[in-house]
Nanobody, 119 residues
Framework: QVQLVEPGGGLVQAGGSLRLSCAASERIFSIGAMGWYRQAPGKQRELVAAITSGGSTVYADSVKGRSTISRDNAKNTVSLQMNSLKPEDAAVYYC?????????????WGQGTQVSVSS
């Protein structure tokens, strides 16, 4: 069973930077998009950033210009560099990876890592 492992996270001061990383425990067959969602207490899970295997990216408006997502296709890893962190960035961050497509599409999820931002 493929697992997505997310070291990183932690407590950061507002205005600081943080890099989240995520690695698959084994190669994912027909891997597609990878990215990050986050969920703050009392709020719905929201997409933070995603990147396709071809390198196309999408960002939430709230992090656009402050964040950079990247991936290593050979290693099935994805990273998220976040700068100028704000208290509203505090949440549990989950990485994900899609595999397959159409009816056979499957999404793998990481266990989540806590990001706290002190003001």
């Amino acid at each position: 069973q493929v697992q997505l492992v997310e070291p990183g996270g932690g407590l950061v001061q507002a205005g600081g930077s943080l890099r989240l990383s995520c690695a698959a425990s084994e190669r994912i067959f027909s891997i597609g998009a990878m990215g990050w969602y986050r969920q703050a207490p009392g709020k719905q899970r929201e997409l933070v950033a995603a990147i396709t295997s071809g390198g196309s990216t999408v960002y939430a408006d709230s992090v656009k210009g402050r964040s950079t997502i990247s991936r290593d296709n050979a290693k099935n890893t994805v990273s998220l560099q976040m700068n100028s962190l704000k208290p509203e960035d505090a949440a549990v961050y989950y990485c994900y990876a899609d595999s397959g497509g159409g009816w056979s599409k499957h999404t793998y999820w990481g266990q989540g890592t806590q990001v706290s931002v002190s003001s």
